[in-house]
T-cell receptor, first 119, second 117 residues
Framework: AQKVTQAQTEISVVEKEDVTLDCVYE???????LFWYKQPPSGELVFLIR??????QNEISGRYSWNFQKSTSSFNFTITASQVVDSAVYFC????????????????FGTGTRLQVTL | DSGVTQTPKHLITATGQRVTLRCSPR?????VYWYQQSLDQGLQFLIQ???????AKGNILERFSAQQFPDLHSELNLSSLELGDSALYFC????????????????FGPGTRLTVL
């Protein structure tokens, strides 16, 4: 069975600090996807990034960066120079790939990390 | 705005009642997924449809059912409602054409908040 662990329940930082959100996953599949979603106070789930299991390249998008390491089954998310607008709950998720269709299916979510950025 | 629409935004009903949640996927998306978010269970996958057919099932209760129509919109029916069914219900969609494709990203709607009194 697939499992995603986000050990950090809540993190508080002061604006402009860097912060890293940890994500550790478990799967027996050799092909899978990893995702990060953001849930701001308004409640919607906003897609941030998708990573394929065969692609371990790290990615940077503005102030956001992601570190994917298959050797440690981790997919960590770093926000550089955090801002108040970054305050939200962040979810890491793992998607299985259906063997019969080769397509992605259900997302298994971690419990989320609540990030509070204050002035 | 993800392009996925869900109605209604809020729903308040009583125990024992039946409700229908509606979802319209992004234009061109063939797969629809339903998730439940509650305080005690977190975000849980319920069911997936692809082009009208059920493709995968999660821990969906027998009191719950779903379907995807020919125009690709989907409905989630919840019956004999209990207090514990109060939650935020999300619909997500993706093109779903295959692995290694960007089309396998799930985009979420704004959710329907169900309150059972």
């Amino acid at each position: 069975a697939q499992k995603v662990t986000q050990a950090q329940t809540e993190i508080s930082v002061v604006e402009k600090e860097d912060v890293t959100l940890d994500c550790v996953y478990e799967t027996r599949d050799t092909t899978y996807y990893l995702f990060w979603y953001k849930q701001p106070p308004s409640g919607e789930l906003v897609f941030l990034i998708r990573r394929n299991s065969f692609d371990e390249q790290n990615e940077i998008s503005g102030r956001y960066s992601w570190n994917f390491q298959k050797s440690t089954s981790s997919f960590n998310f770093t926000i550089t120079a955090s801002q108040v607008v970054d305050s939200a709950v962040y979810f890491c998720a793992l998607s299985e790939v259906l063997l019969n269709t080769g397509t992605a299916s259900k997302l298994t979510f971690g419990t989320g990390t609540r990030l509070q950025v204050t002035l | 705005d993800s392009g996925v629409t869900q109605t209604p935004k809020h729903l308040i009903t009583a125990t024992g009642q039946r409700v229908t949640l509606r979802c319209s996927p992004r234009s061109g998306d063939l797969s629809v997924y339903w998730y439940q978010q509650s305080l005690d269970q977190g975000l849980q996958f319920l069911i997936q449809y692809y082009n009208g057919e059920e493709r995968a099932k999660g821990n969906i209760l027998e009191r719950f059912s779903a379907q995807q129509f020919p125009d690709l919109h989907s409905e989630l029916n919840l019956s004999s409602l209990e207090l514990g069914d109060s939650a935020l219900y999300f619909c997500a969609s993706s093109v779903g054409l295959g692995y290694r494709s960007s089309t396998d990203t799930q985009y979420f709607g704004p959710g329907t908040r169900l309150t059972v009194l």
